[in-house]
């Protein structure tokens, strides 16, 4: 049964606190995502990642900060320095060979809501 | 800079009616075209989707309509079903010069309620 999985589904933190949400795949995919989504906003860049050990900040970067020390897993933690973390993040993974000279599409993961009290 | 604009920001359709949904973009370099459909708290899913070599796509009940000199692409949704509430997103997608990495741009999505 391939896909994306996220945990946990539900997250409650205290402010100042740092929290991290775990993303695995298992369709073999190169590339992993985060974003965030927030009611009215559609979806921001949050990081991504090309291959292991490597990332790139995408639009809303700050605050948070992922690792890839296995291609299956691209974890992401919001730290204190995010000033509104509560959100729904969602993790997406694609494949990175250029099919027919053109990237190929994103899949996503089911989403952790992140409520900071 | 928002690159991509959606409309309209929420939709009702009577079941069995024709939903369109529309997409403006600005950057000529996006080279791929999917609409995503996104039901509440869930992950969204790619429904259908679109490469710029070609003006219609249609698959069971959804269209893509594509017009690349206006820059603009829509979704059509015949005989729309209560199982079609959901939010849609199109999601154009740009190749990463120097890379084989492609970035979305999500559109901030449309509310359609098909009621019965």
């Known amino acids: 049964d391939g896909g994306i999985t996220q945990s946990p589904k539900y997250l409650f933190r205290k402010e100042g606190q740092n929290v991290t949400l775990s993303c695995e795949q298992n369709?073999?995919?190169?590339?992993m995502y985060w974003y965030r989504q927030d009611p009215g906003q559609g979806l921001r860049l949050i990081y991504y990642?090309?291959?292991?050990?490597?990332?790139q900040k995408g639009d809303i970067a700050e605050g948070y900060s992922v690792s890839r020390e296995k291609k299956e897993s691209f974890p992401l933690t919001v730290t204190s320095a995010q000033k509104n973390p509560t959100a729904f993040y969602l993790c997406?993974?694609?494949?990175?060979?250029?099919?027919?000279?053109?990237?190929?599409?994103?899949?996503f993961g089911p989403g952790t809501r992140l409520t900071v009290l | 800079q928002q690159q991509v604009k959606q409309s309209p920001q929420s939709l009702i359709v009577q079941k069995g009616g024709i939903s369109i949904i529309n997409c403006a973009y600005e950057?000529?370099?996006?080279?791929?075209f999917p609409w995503y459909q996104q039901f509440p708290g869930k992950g969204p899913a790619l429904l259908i989707a679109i490469r710029p070599d070609v003006s219609e796509k249609k698959e069971g009940r959804f269209t893509i309509s594509f017009n690349k000199s206006a820059k603009q692409f829509s979704l059509h949704i015949m005989d729309s079903q209560p199982g079609d509430s959901a939010t849609y997103f199109c999601?154009?997608?740009?190749?990463?010069?120097?890379?084989?990495?492609?970035?979305?741009?999500f559109g901030r999505g449309t509310q359609l309620t098909v009621w019965p």
């Open positions: 950057n000529t370099a996006f080279d791929y």
């Open positions: 997406a993974s694609s494949m990175t060979l250029l099919l027919g000279g053109r990237a190929d599409t994103q899949y």
């Open positions: 369709l073999n995919h190169d590339a």
């Open positions: 999601a154009p997608l740009l190749a990463d010069r120097g890379s084989t990495l492609g970035r979305l741009y």
């Open positions: 990642s090309q291959i292991v050990n490597d990332f």
